[in-house]
Each structure stands twice: as structure tokens, then as C-alpha cells.
DNA sequence: CTTGACCTTTACGTTAACGTCAACTTAATC
DNA sequence: GATTAAGTTGACGTTAACGTAAAGGTCAAG
């Protein structure tokens, strides 16, 4: 079987995503990644391997960094209070409006190219057959 | 019946999309909005202000301006030139590409939503049921 | 005719999200 | 053990997308 590493550095991240290391420990500042440290060297888990994946995510959606924190919040479920969850629960159904917002958008973006490609491959069309009348 | 109007001022655009006319002139500059003049004054038309619209459901997918401006290139449709439908085809897909992939994202988000909030929801059962064992 | 509500251009300021050195330490390799 | 590759912490630079303030033009209402 094929070992899958257990820990990362954060040249090999960087490697993995297409990032630069300097973007990585930004995210740090923000406070959106915490790895462990051997020494001063930043050793990431699986964990914060999966992190960095939502934070990716998250920017792909169009996020800003204070955004994705919140959002990342909600994975690191809470200590049970009861004030505590009863907030989570509003965030994420904030986070979801938000998401199916955004899914809305998409389905009218989509639905316009649909027409504008048809547009175009009608004038296509009509050029190939001017073409080859004319060459007749 | 209620008439809709027909031309609106950069104040009026403002007002309805909750921008400062600063954005507006801004996205002039960038080429994204061409409102004809009346001496130095600015009137939106209609198809102006679609594309206000179209810019700002761009912003909501966090497209930056000079990618929004691609797009909305696209709706413009070409003068016939088969190179040109060709190149507009070609960039057409590529846009579909990325909504499609934030499409993907956005599906996977919101069913890791679903189970964090299933959770949460779960825990707070559990605190409520314990609380009322205790009261009585 | 002046007041107030809009509009104009010009220009400098601000913030997020990094890029880009520099100066240095640690780890791996020949 | 010297070299080289990778990692570290500052600290200043950059760009997009506006904010903000200055200085002024236009036009209807009182």
C-alpha cells in the first residue's frame, strides 16, 4: 500500500497548492492555519492540510480572509454550551443564504452563456454555409 | 399602468443598488459602464443599468473588475468575423469552466453545512432533554 | 438671487492580500 | 565539514477597489 504522509513542511504545501510559503504564513497571521512547530519549523498536520483546502475554497468563492475565518469557525464544533450552538446555528444558516445566493448567481450566469454560445454558433453556422455556396 | 423608467442618473443607480456614485464612475474607468453624456452629465439607459447588474452579480462570485469585464464582453455579441466568434466560443467555455467549478464548491459546502449543523442541532437536543430530567 | 440638491473632475488616502528583499538559522547532502 | 536547500523573522513595496475631501458647475424652488 502507498504511504500518504502523516505531516507536512510548508515548502510541501506550498508545492501541493500552488502557493508561495509567505502566503501560507500569512494565512497564519490571520489566524487561520495554527500548525505545531518542531523547534521554530512549522510542522502542518492532516488537519491543517484540510484547512488550508477550505480556506482555497473559500477564496475560489470570492471570501475574503475575515470571511473564511468565520466560516472556518463553524468546523471546530463548539463546547457545548447552549449560547455557544445557538449561535453556530445562525451562522451557518447565514453562511448557507449566502452559499445559495451565490448558487443562484451561477445558474443565471450559466443559463446566459447557454443563449450567448447558441447566438454564436448560429452565426457560425451561417458563415460555413455562405462559404461553401460561394465556393460552388 | 406604471411607467418604469427609461434613463437614470448616476445618483438614481446609486440609490437603487446601495453603491456611492464614486463606485459607479469608478467602474467607468475601468471601462465596465460607457452612459452616454447631456453636456457633462451622466444618463444610464436600461441596458446600462443591466450591466451594472451583471457587474455586480460578477462581484458577488468575487470576479475581480478586469474579469468581469471579460465577461461582459461576451454579451456584446461580434460583428461576424469568424475568428472573432470563434475566440468569443472558446472564452465562453472557459467561463462556464469556472462557474461550473464554483458550482462544485458550493455544493460541497453546503452539505458540510448540513452535518455541522446536524450536529449542533443533535447537542442541543441533548441539553434541553438533560435540563428537563433535572427540573423534574 | 441665493439656497440646496445634485452633479463634475482632480487628487491624495486607505486596506487587504500578498510580493520581495535582507539577514539569519537549521537541515540535508556530497 | 563545507555546501546547498529550506526554513525563520522582520520590514518595506505593490495593486485593486474604492473612500474622502477639495473646488467648482447646474438647475429648480423659494
Redesign the pocket.
Known amino acids: 500500500m502507498s504511504e500518504s504522509p502523516t505531516e507536512f ?4 504545501l ?1 508545492r501541493e497548492f500552488d ?12 489566524l487561520l492555519l495554527k ?1 505545531e ?6 510542522i502542518y498536520s492532516k488537519a491543517d492540510r484540510t484547512r488550508l483546502k477550505l ?1 482555497l475554497r473559500g ?1 475560489r468563492l470570492g ?6 475565518f468565520e466560516v472556518i469557525q463553524l468546523y471546530n464544533s463548539p463546547d457545548g454550551e447552549k449560547r455557544q450552538l445557538e449561535l453556530m446555528v445562525k451562522k451557518i444558516g447565514h453562511s448557507r443564504t449566502t452559499l445559495l445566493d451565490q448558487q443562484e448567481d451561477i445558474k443565471m450566469a450559466l443559463q446566459e452563456l447557454d443563449e450567448i454560445e447558441e447566438r454564436c454558433s448560429v452565426q457560425l453556422q451561417q458563415l460555413i454555409t455562405h462559404a461553401n455556396t460561394q465556393e460552388v
Do not use: F
Not at 9 to 12: K, L, Q, R
Not at 22 to 29: K, V
Open positions: 513542511s510548508i515548502g510541501d506550498a502557493l508561495t510559503t509567505r502566503t501560507i504564513r500569512y494565512y497564519e497571521d490571520k500548525p512547530r518542531r523547534g521554530k519549523q512549522r480556506i477564496k471570501w475574503n480572509l475575515d470571511e473564511i
